[in-house]
């Protein structure tokens, strides 16, 4: 399962995981073994061809042969010139209409500063200096909120 496990994390579709599933599924009915195990001894070689699909890494070499298999995966998508200044312009329009957003949020909060700084201005000097010292007080834990609807009566605490 580790095989699986690393194999996966690279990225793979999910047709070959299936597969891969599959054959590990029928190696398990079979009662072999489709982990890789570490072993210090050198596998032996087969002694024909046709049992060199079999044994604890079938299920793995299938894996690996649907991921290099180029059959089946649609054909690279290749676009015109006129096709590719369309999306050019269509990502550049993009782009201006983000940045018109980006500008339009920074001048709202720079009205904001600029008039919460003319307010604090306006103040008294004593009350200036207490306005402009942050409050880290936590709020407090049972402090009412305001909503639409009042509270159900099971739930009201005074």
């Given at each position: 399962?580790?095989?699986?496990?690393?194999?996966?994390?690279?990225?793979?579709?999910?047709?070959?995981?299936?597969?891969?599933?599959?054959?590990?599924?029928?190696?398990?009915?079979?009662?072999?073994?489709?982990?890789?195990?570490?072993?210090?001894?050198?596998?032996?070689?087969?002694?024909?061809?046709?049992?060199?699909?079999?044994?604890?890494?079938?299920?793995?070499?299938?894996f690996a042969k649907i991921l290099n298999d180029a059959e089946g995966r649609p054909e690279k998508y290749i676009r015109s010139e006129?096709?590719?200044?369309?999306?050019?312009?269509?990502?550049?329009?993009?782009?201006?209409?983000?940045?018109?957003?980006?500008?339009?949020?920074?001048?709202?909060?720079?009205?904001?500063?600029?008039?919460r700084d003319a307010a604090t201005q306006a103040l008294p000097e004593e009350l200036q200096e207490e306005a402009l010292t942050e409050?880290?007080?936590?709020?407090?834990?049972?402090?009412?909120?305001?909503?639409?609807?009042?509270?159900?009566?099971?739930?009201?605490?005074?």
């Amino acid at each position: 399962m580790n095989a699986l496990r690393a194999i996966t994390r690279v990225g793979t579709t999910s047709r070959a995981c299936d597969m891969f599933m599959r054959a590990k599924a029928k190696d398990k009915q079979k009662g072999q073994k489709t982990d890789v195990k570490k072993t210090s001894k050198k596998p032996k070689a087969p002694a024909d061809a046709s049992k060199k699909n079999q044994g604890p890494n079938k299920a793995l070499d299938l894996f690996a042969k649907i991921l290099n298999d180029a059959e089946g995966r649609p054909e690279k998508y290749i676009r015109s010139e006129e096709q590719m200044k369309k999306d050019a312009e269509i990502a550049k329009e993009y782009t201006r209409n983000l940045f018109k957003e980006h500008n339009a949020r920074m001048k709202h909060l720079t009205w904001k500063i600029k008039w919460r700084d003319a307010a604090t201005q306006a103040l008294p000097e004593e009350l200036q200096e207490e306005a402009l010292t942050e409050d880290l007080e936590l709020y407090p834990l049972n402090r009412r909120l305001f909503t639409d609807f009042p509270p159900a009566p099971e739930h009201v605490r005074l």
